[in-house]
Nanobody
Framework: VQLVESGGGLVQPGGSLRLSCAAS????????MGWFRQAPGKEREFVAA????????AHADSVRGRFTISRDNAKNTLYLQMNGLKPEDTAVYYC?????????????????WGQGTQVTVSS
Protein backbone atom coordinates (compact mmCIF):
# COMPACT_ATOMS: atom_id res chain seq x y z
CA VAL A 1 0.00 0.00 0.00
CA GLN A 2 1.29 3.41 -0.93
CA LEU A 3 -0.39 6.76 -0.36
CA VAL A 4 1.34 9.92 -1.54
CA GLU A 5 -0.10 13.33 -0.71
CA SER A 6 0.61 16.51 -2.63
CA GLY A 7 -0.75 20.02 -2.98
CA GLY A 8 0.11 21.52 0.38
CA GLY A 9 1.79 24.87 0.81
CA LEU A 10 1.57 28.38 2.22
CA VAL A 11 -1.65 30.28 1.59
CA GLN A 12 -3.18 33.49 2.92
CA PRO A 13 -6.31 33.44 5.06
CA GLY A 14 -9.37 33.09 2.86
CA GLY A 15 -7.39 31.30 0.18
CA SER A 16 -7.83 27.85 -1.34
CA LEU A 17 -5.79 24.72 -1.85
CA ARG A 18 -6.55 21.31 -3.32
CA LEU A 19 -4.79 18.33 -1.80
CA SER A 20 -4.35 15.12 -3.78
CA CYS A 21 -3.52 11.62 -2.62
CA ALA A 22 -2.24 9.12 -5.19
CA ALA A 23 -2.96 5.55 -4.13
CA SER A 24 -1.34 2.31 -5.29
CA UNK A 25 -0.81 -1.26 -4.19
CA UNK A 26 -4.37 -2.03 -3.14
CA UNK A 27 -7.88 -2.05 -4.67
CA UNK A 28 -8.54 1.66 -4.22
CA UNK A 29 -12.12 1.54 -5.48
CA UNK A 30 -13.05 -0.95 -2.75
CA UNK A 31 -11.68 1.04 0.19
CA UNK A 32 -13.06 3.85 2.25
CA MET A 33 -10.73 6.84 2.40
CA GLY A 34 -10.18 9.75 4.71
CA TRP A 35 -8.26 12.93 5.42
CA PHE A 36 -6.88 13.70 8.86
CA ARG A 37 -4.71 16.53 10.13
CA GLN A 38 -2.28 17.16 12.95
CA ALA A 39 -1.27 20.57 14.22
CA PRO A 40 1.87 21.06 16.34
CA GLY A 41 1.30 19.87 19.89
CA LYS A 42 -2.12 18.43 19.09
CA GLU A 43 -3.51 14.99 18.38
CA ARG A 44 -4.30 13.88 14.86
CA GLU A 45 -7.93 14.66 14.08
CA PHE A 46 -10.56 13.68 11.57
CA VAL A 47 -11.19 16.07 8.69
CA ALA A 48 -13.25 14.20 6.09
CA ALA A 49 -14.17 10.71 4.94
CA UNK A 50 -15.64 9.14 1.83
CA UNK A 51 -17.02 5.69 1.01
CA UNK A 52 -15.73 3.40 -1.74
CA UNK A 53 -17.88 4.87 -4.50
CA UNK A 54 -17.81 8.50 -3.45
CA UNK A 55 -21.54 8.48 -2.87
CA UNK A 56 -21.30 9.03 0.87
CA UNK A 57 -19.18 11.72 2.50
CA ALA A 58 -18.65 13.14 5.96
CA HIS A 59 -16.86 16.27 7.10
CA ALA A 60 -15.79 17.50 10.51
CA ASP A 61 -17.88 20.34 11.92
CA SER A 62 -14.84 22.62 11.84
CA VAL A 63 -14.48 22.33 8.05
CA ARG A 64 -18.03 21.64 6.85
CA GLY A 65 -19.04 24.12 4.18
CA ARG A 66 -15.42 25.01 3.43
CA PHE A 67 -13.73 21.68 2.63
CA THR A 68 -14.95 18.97 0.24
CA ILE A 69 -13.62 15.44 -0.06
CA SER A 70 -13.88 13.61 -3.37
CA ARG A 71 -12.31 10.70 -5.22
CA ASP A 72 -11.63 9.56 -8.76
CA ASN A 73 -11.52 5.77 -8.80
CA ALA A 74 -10.39 5.71 -12.43
CA LYS A 75 -7.27 7.64 -11.38
CA ASN A 76 -6.82 6.01 -7.95
CA THR A 77 -6.77 9.47 -6.44
CA LEU A 78 -8.36 11.11 -3.41
CA TYR A 79 -8.86 14.87 -3.16
CA LEU A 80 -9.55 17.50 -0.54
CA GLN A 81 -10.69 20.88 -1.84
CA MET A 82 -10.10 23.49 0.84
CA ASN A 83 -11.70 26.92 0.51
CA GLY A 84 -11.94 29.77 2.97
CA LEU A 85 -8.79 28.66 4.76
CA LYS A 86 -8.18 29.94 8.27
CA PRO A 87 -4.98 30.09 10.35
CA GLU A 88 -6.41 27.34 12.56
CA ASP A 89 -6.39 25.01 9.54
CA THR A 90 -2.59 25.02 9.67
CA ALA A 91 -1.45 21.40 10.09
CA VAL A 92 0.09 18.42 8.40
CA TYR A 93 -2.66 16.75 6.38
CA TYR A 94 -2.68 12.97 5.99
CA CYS A 95 -4.46 10.72 3.56
CA UNK A 96 -5.56 7.34 4.94
CA UNK A 97 -7.22 4.15 3.73
CA UNK A 98 -9.61 1.80 5.53
CA UNK A 99 -10.82 -1.67 4.53
CA UNK A 100 -14.29 -0.51 5.54
CA UNK A 101 -15.78 0.23 2.15
CA UNK A 102 -18.55 2.31 3.72
CA UNK A 103 -15.90 4.63 5.16
CA UNK A 104 -15.29 5.75 8.73
CA UNK A 105 -14.58 8.80 10.89
CA UNK A 106 -12.66 6.72 13.44
CA UNK A 107 -8.90 7.05 13.16
CA UNK A 108 -8.47 3.52 14.52
CA UNK A 109 -10.22 2.09 11.45
CA UNK A 110 -7.49 3.37 9.12
CA UNK A 111 -4.57 1.01 8.64
CA UNK A 112 -2.63 2.74 5.87
CA TRP A 113 -1.32 6.29 5.92
CA GLY A 114 0.54 8.67 3.67
CA GLN A 115 3.55 10.70 4.76
CA GLY A 116 1.56 13.93 5.05
CA THR A 117 1.65 17.33 3.38
CA GLN A 118 2.08 20.63 5.22
CA VAL A 119 -0.62 23.28 4.94
CA THR A 120 0.20 26.68 6.42
CA VAL A 121 -2.36 29.47 6.49
CA SER A 122 -0.78 32.80 7.32
CA SER A 123 -0.62 36.37 6.12
Amino acid sequence: VQLVESGGGLVQPGGSLRLSCAASGFPFSAYGMGWFRQAPGKEREFVAAINFSGGSKAHADSVRGRFTISRDNAKNTLYLQMNGLKPEDTAVYYCAATRLSKGSKNILDFGSWGQGTQVTVSS
